[in-house]
């Protein structure tokens, strides 16, 4: 699996902008956004998706902005409709009745890193630059990149790379980390690679898109977060109110898949052939996940591995 998060960061260039939306219009169409309703941008970041958003509400349509990353806020627009809030949107719930809103209309969540984060060196995001294995999305919280492979345990290590980055050779990279790091440092990226070098497996630059994917997504907790936000979508969506999810690799959208579908997150496979099943909470608008055009692909290289399911609340 190539490097699947938002952003590709093996063909960044740092002269792109915040954020490139994805799939604007196809996700902001989706939504079928009704002039005075209240849309929720789990994923504000260069505000790409919410200007459009806000470009279809009237005086009287409101829009909640999530994004834990504190230099999201420097791109939002003066504009009264916009309510902020500098958290993860697994609090969706929460902030909501803060503001006292306990429906919304639609929900927009453009899941991954951006490229703003992956060009600056300093997060630690990228494996194109040197710098200390951060990868914090909210720079709040304490656990860095670094201390996942500092303290946890082989077989925490193992499972992590087998599950979060499908890293073919998962179990010789921990061992690898626990007897690495006995002797020397891996705190920074160029640490991390020396000590690994010699059982990277295929093309170097796949290989560590794939670790780094694996480590970003438990530093962040993304599929916790998730998760939470599709539960918590249940109950704060209107009847007919829309929500659309933007994934970037294939771990995520079978999160999204499977919970639009069928209302929960088991596997298939364990489910009981003779256990009622419940009633379905959305209506899927597209059984097949919309894919950027090739134009949008040439155009803007990151978006190729972006997938957009749309379902609407019964």
Known sequence: MMSETKYDSESASSN?????????????????IQPGGIY?????????????????LNPQGKLVAFDQDADARKNLPSDER???????????????RLHKLSRVDGILADLGVSSYQLD????????RYEAELDMRMDQRQELKAYDVLATY??????????QYGEVTNSKTLARTIVQARQNSSVRTISNFKQAVSGIVKGNPNKYFAQVFQALRIEVNDEFGA????????????????RIAVITFHSLEDRIVKH???????????????????APPLFKLINKKPIQPSPQEIKNNPRSRSARLRIAEKI
């Open 153 to 162: 345990s082989e077989a925490q290590l193992h499972k992590l790379f087998e």
């Open 40 to 56: 929720v941008d789990c994923t504000f970041g260069g505000g790409g998706h919410s200007r459009e958003i806000l470009n279809r």
């Open 120 to 127: 600056q060196p300093e997060r630690g995001f990228s494996t």
């Open 226 to 241: 998730l998760r939470e936000l599709l539960l918590q979508a249940v109950d704060v969506l209107n009847e007919g109110g």
């Open 82 to 96: 916009v309510v902020f809030v500098p958290h993860n949107f697994r609090h969706l719930q929460r902030f909501l």
């Open 16 to 32: 792109q902008p915040y954020h490139v939306p994805v799939l604007l219009h196809e996700a902001i169409d989706g939504l079928n």
């Open 259 to 277: 919970f639009l579908k069928k209302g929960n997150f088991e596997p298939d496979e364990s489910s009981n052939p003779f256990q009622q099943q």
